[in-house]
Every structure is written in structure tokens, then in C-alpha cells.
């Protein structure tokens, strides 16, 4: 499990690794782009939400040292980021990559 730092003093969630590798592009994509939105962390008692602009305090960190990226997931994970609901860690389907 990897763990998202958000905040000062931080406040945590603990994700999957693959999971939030994949969100951790998305964040640094929309950030790039001075996209500020917001993000749904579930939560074993529900769900957190929390608002990701430019000057959000966030840290990454994994149990594992490198991670396999899908292009569709990655994709989906983006255009969730881009919806008035904000992102939300969906499921990775059961989508081959276009080679």
C-alpha cells in the first residue's frame, strides 16, 4: 500500500501502489496545466474529499519502487479529474493497451 500526504501537517490516505501511481500523474498533469480540482479518497468509513490546486502540499509514497503504468487507466483517471464530481480512483478495467 502506498500512502498520499496531503497537507501541513499532513493528513493520510493509503491507496493502492499501482492506484496512486496512477493518480500521482494525473495530479502532477492537471497541476502542470494550473488545473486545480477536486479528489474523492475512499475511506474504510466512507470517503474524503479534497481540493488539489497549485499550492497544495502533497507527497507520494510507495512500498515499491517502480510501477506499471496503463495508458487507458491513466486516461480515465484524467478525464474523472476534468468532471465537476473531480477524480475519483476508478477500477482498472480489464482494458488491453493499443500496442
Not at 33 to 58: C, K
Request: proline share 7%; net charge negative.
Amino acid at each position: 500500500m502506498g500512502t498520499l500526504h496531503y497537507g501541513s501537517p499532513p493528513a493520510s490516505f493509503e491507496l493502492d501502489d499501482r492506484a496512486l501511481a496512477h493518480i500521482e500523474l494525473v495530479v502532477i498533469a492537471k497541476l502542470r496545466r494550473n488545473e486545480p480540482f477536486a479528489f474523492t479518497v475512499p475511506q474504510p468509513t466512507g470517503r474524503t474529499t479534497l481540493w488539489i490546486g497549485v499550492g497544495s502540499t502533497l507527497r507520494f509514497e510507495y512500498e515499491q519502487e517502480e510501477h506499471e503504468i496503463s495508458r487507458a487507466w491513466l486516461d480515465e483517471l484524467l478525464d474523472s479529474a476534468s468532471t465537476t464530481a473531480g477524480l475519483r480512483v476508478l477500477p482498472e478495467r480489464a482494458v488491453a493497451d493499443p500496442a
